[in-house]
Every structure is written in C-alpha cells, then in structure tokens.
C-alpha cells in the first residue's frame, strides 16, 4: 500500500513561472514530511522539510506547504529556472524510525 | 564535509552470483540506511543500521543482508541474484537527532544479467 503518493508523473513549466508539485499521504502518524530532488545518475538531495506543527515552511524559492486535514502537502519554487528539471519525491519517515516512504516521484521539466 | 560514499558505481553480475555493496557515511553519522530504486517500485527501504544493529527492515527477501563496522561504514549483500535485482542500490546517512533529513550516495547501479 503506498503511503505517499504522487499522482503526477510529469510537469513542465516555463522559465520564471511558478511550479506547484503535489503529494498526498495516508498515514496520519506522519508528523515530519521531506523533500527531495534527484538529478540522472546522482541520489536524491535534501531539498526542504516541514514538521507537522507547521503549514507552511520557506527556503529561498522553494516553500512547502502542509494541509494536514486534507493529508496533503505541495512543493511551490518560484521563479522556476532551469536548473530546477530534475525528478522531485515527497518522503516521509515512518514515526520514530529513519525508514522513509517516498512517493514515486514528479519530473520537473523547466522549459528556458 | 565529504558526502556519502558507495563503491562501486557500477556492478554487472550473473543470476545466481552474490554481491556486495559498500557505503561510508557523512563523518559522524550514526545511523546508515539502504534504498532500492527500480522503475516499477520506485524508492523502497531495505534496512537501517545503527551502532552496529539493524534496527529497521523493510520488506524483502532474506537473501538482502547488510551489516554495520564500529567505524559507521556499511555493506550490503545480494545472495543468489535474480534479475529483478537489477536496480539502483542507495545509501543514506543521518545524525539520527530529531528530525534530521537522510543524505544520500550517488548510489551502485546493479545490473543481473
């Protein structure tokens, strides 16, 4: 059973714009959620996270938000840049433990 | 710092043959876990290690193992391959303080054959 989802498999957006990537969960003992992106050939990077107290959470350009009632979270990076194309998954690590449950990812494709 | 390491980036092995994977965690990191990528399964968690003990298994066969040295490095092992063994094998490392996010290898792609 996969307790985090993510239902869109691709998006492309347009340099400058925003990118919005979604994921939704049905474990609601998750309390902290991750982000990370994933270049070809390289393993994921962290990217931002969000504990469950919060809604929201801001890096930079990247802002994650959480919407617990709804058990869903989304990614928003404003602007958009090229740089950014790579395959996002949303994770989040079964409670007390380190084992993460990732989403089967989003491929982000920021067209110049 | 140094990130993680895992050697060897690329593997081609026979069904039936054993395998084994090595990762050196982030200096001072605790606690080492291992992933399988497959395009049909996406990430998935095979086990944790920390102080030497698996402390988490995720679920798959016996013949995935691991094991953890004093010094934090860990391996994992593949017995009697089988070709949907074929996969990305990643390695993460964490502090294990609170929530403190997995930094992960580059990763050992495996390909059976």
């Known amino acids: 059973d996969q307790q985090v989802k993510q239902n869109s498999p691709s998006l492309s957006v347009q340099e400058g714009r925003i990118s919005i990537l979604n994921c939704d969960y049905t474990?609601?003992?998750?309390?902290?959620f991750l982000w990370y992106k994933k270049y070809p050939a390289e393993g994921p990077t962290f990217l931002i996270s969000?504990?469950?107290?919060?809604d929201k959470n801001e890096d930079g350009r990247f802002t994650v938000f959480l919407n617990k009632s709804a058990k869903h979270l989304s990614l928003h990076i404003v602007p958009s840049q090229p740089g950014d194309s790579a395959v996002y998954f949303c994770?989040?690590?079964?409670?007390?433990?380190?084992?993460?449950?990732f989403g089967t990812g989003t491929r982000l494709t920021v067209i110049p | 710092k140094a990130g993680v390491t895992q050697t060897p980036r690329y593997l081609i092995k026979t069904r039936g043959q054993q395998v084994t994977l090595s990762c050196s965690p982030i200096?001072?990191?605790?606690?080492v876990s291992w992933y399988q990528q497959t395009p049909g399964q996406g990430l998935q968690f095979l086990f944790e290690?920390?102080?030497?003990?698996?402390?988490n298994k995720g679920n798959f066969p016996g013949r995935f193992s691991g094991r953890q040295f004093s010094n934090s490095r860990s391996e994992m092992n593949v017995s009697t391959l089988e070709l949907g063994d074929s996969a990305l094998y990643l390695c993460?490392?964490?502090?294990?303080?609170?929530?403190?996010?997995?930094?992960f290898g580059n990763g050992t792609r495996l390909t059976v054959t």
């Open positions: 993460a490392s964490s502090p294990d303080r609170g929530h403190s996010p997995l930094h």
């Open positions: 474990n609601s003992m998750f309390d902290y």
């Open positions: 969000i504990s469950s107290i919060k």
């Open positions: 994770a989040a690590p079964a409670t007390g433990a380190n084992n993460l449950f």
């Open positions: 200096s001072g990191h605790r606690s």
């Open positions: 290690y920390f102080s030497e003990t698996q402390r």
